[in-house]
């Protein structure tokens, strides 16, 4: 079978995008298409529009990740998912919803080219992240010869948000891939790992849950902004740095308001995939 897909990426977390096709295993197409050495090459697989999801939304979408599984929500493959729907004019207007797992996102285009998501509201129920511990902010967490302090927050997907002032790449490295499996986490975690610059600047290096090491995470920037502004460390408004570019994020602090994050999503190529 021949699958038409377009490559792109949000600040270098790369994904490759097809429609959605009849009796395919996703899953296993994932794993295919974003092995790095002999399919296409990618951090996550993103379908559009499939039929069972739509759900009285203008679109919708699955993500999976390169090992195959299948998360909630993704803040990078989301931006670019809403380019793509928007440039192919499979939704014709700038502001639109997306159905997901994670429930309803609204992305909305903007004049310059980025996209501005409203991601939702933070959940911060340890039962909804979910996260075995009572109280999420500021509990203490193992990792090889490390104890951390750390945040657990829910963006769709569960987070681990550690501030250091460490070097947070060797934090992530040798210590991203430990905190993910922690039993406080039953369907593991994505671990961020932020020093705080000032209160309007952060850096963020981040391993994501199936997928290790990557250049950007969207969801967990917002999740490093609310344990942030939560712990009364940063302003309401901050950017976020990481390896592969920058983000914006934008919380009120009230726990029932979304979060918008704004950033690139950039094509790579077009192609066929055999």
């Known amino acids: 079978m021949k699958i038409p897909f377009t ?3 949000g600040l270098g977390n790369d994904f490759v995008i097809v429609e959605y096709i009849e009796n395919i295993d996703f ?3 994932a794993k295919k298409m974003c092995d790095r050495h002999f399919g296409v090459g990618a951090d996550g697989l993103i379908v559009v529009n499939p039929k069972d999801m739509k759900n009285n939304t203008d679109t919708s979408w699955r993500i999976f990740n390169s090992d195959g599984t299948e998360p909630q929500m993704c803040g990078n493959g989301i931006r670019c998912f809403a380019r793509y729907v928007f440039d192919k004019k499979i939704v014709e207007k700038k502001e639109f919803s997306v159905n997901t797992l994670a429930g309803i996102v609204k992305p909305k285009i903007l004049l310059d080219g980025k996209v ?3 991601m939702g509201k933070p959940i911060l129920d340890p039962l909804k992240i979910p996260f075995k511990g009572i109280n999420p902010l500021g509990f203490e967490i193992n990792a090889k010869d490390k104890y951390f302090i750390a945040n657990a927050i829910s963006m769709g997907n569960p ?13 992530a490295q040798n210590y991203g891939a430990c905190v993910e499996k922690n039993e406080l986490f039953p369907e593991k975690t994505n671990v961020e790992f932020v020093k705080i610059y000032s209160r309007n600047y952060m850096k ?3 391993w994501e849950r199936g997928c290790g090491i990557t250049l950007a995470c969207g969801t967990g920037s917002c999740a490093a902004a609310v344990a942030g502004i939560l712990n009364k460390l940063i302003d309401n408004f901050v950017k976020i740095d990481l390896p592969g570019g920058t983000l914006t994020i934008e919380w009120d602090s009230t726990k029932e308001s979304p979060v918008y994050m704004t950033g690139d999503a950039t094509y790579v190529y077009e192609g066929v995939f055999y």
Do not use: A, G, N, Y
């Not at 002032?165 to 934090?171: G, I, M, P, S, V």
């Open 159 to 171: 987070h681990c948000v550690i501030f250091t002032e460490e070097d947070t790449k060797f934090l």
């Open 116 to 118: 501005k998501v409203d």
């Open 204 to 206: 963020l290096d981040v």
């Open 7 to 9: 490559k792109m990426h």
């Open 27 to 29: 899953s296993e197409l």
